[in-house]
T-cell receptor
Framework: AQSVTQLGSHVSVSEGALVLLRCNYS??????LFWYVQYPNQGLQLLLK??????LVKGINGFEAEFKKSETSFHLTKPSAHMSDAAEYFC????????????FGAGTRLFVKA | NAGVTQTPKFQVLKTGQSMTLQCAQD?????MSWYRQDPGMGLRLIHY???????DQGEVPNGYNVSRSTTEDFPLRLLSAAPSQTSVYFC??????????????FGPGTRLTVT
């Protein structure tokens, strides 16, 4: 069975600082991995996805993530935080073969201090 | 395209009442799903469908029913509402059930309160 663990329910950074949001997955076969962002009172929108091509994936708004099979990780980074990045971020996993379900992590709320 | 639409946006129910949350997509997506979002628990999959006439259970299916009679619509029925079903409900769709086009498109959500 698949699962996703996001380390840290809340992360606080200063504006201009590095953003690092951690995601580890468990899957019996190499999965597809996603990061979604949710702004207050809105639905989720895709930031980026890994679908077994390049291991370093670039997304919207300057975010990127690196798939590390040996560490079963897919951490999200951004070199310089903006106030507008304050939101909740979700890591998700879906099977590349043998299934359809997309499972989400519990989410990490990012706070950006001026 | 309107994308994924959900109605209503807000709903208050009394314990024991039933209702249907509506979800529609106009992108001809094969896969549709329902999630509930609760604080600290992320999104949990309730039910999903890989095509018209085909549905299956997710992680938390109890107390909910679904059907998929058309590609466009995927309603979620609460049979007898309970306070534990107070949550924000999201409908999502993606082009195909499997494969690399795995990105889901989400509706704006329905905030449900059961008293």
């Amino acid at each position: 069975a698949q699962s996703v663990t996001q380390l840290g329910s809340h992360v606080s950074v200063s504006e201009g600082a590095l953003v690092l949001l951690r995601c580890n997955y468990s899957s019996s076969v190499p999965p597809y991995l996603f990061w979604y962002v949710q702004y207050p009172n809105q639905g989720l929108q895709l930031l980026l996805k890994y679908t077994s091509a390049a291991t370093l994936v670039k997304g919207i708004n300057g975010f990127e993530a690196e798939f590390k099979k040996s560490e079963t990780s897919f951490h999200l980074t951004k070199p310089s935080a903006h106030m507008s990045d304050a939101a909740e971020y979700f890591c998700a996993v879906s099977p590349a073969t043998g299934g359809f379900k997309t499972i989400f992590g519990a989410g990490t709320r990012l706070f950006v201090k001026a | 395209n309107a994308g994924v639409t959900q109605t209503p946006k807000f709903q208050v129910l009394k314990t024991g009442q039933s209702m249907t949350l509506q979800c529609a997509q106009d992108m001809n997506h094969e896969y549709m799903s329902w999630y509930r979002q609760d604080p600290g628990m992320g999104l949990r999959l309730i039910h999903y469908s890989v095509g018209a006439g085909i549905t299956d259970q997710g992680e938390v299916p109890n107390g909910y029913n679904v059907s998929r009679s058309t590609t466009e619509d995927f309603p979620l029925r609460l049979l007898s509402a309970a306070p534990s079903q107070t949550s924000v409900y999201f409908c999502a769709s993606k082009l195909t059930a499997g494969g690399p086009t795995g990105e889901q498109y989400f509706g704006p959500g329905t905030r449900l309160t059961v008293t």
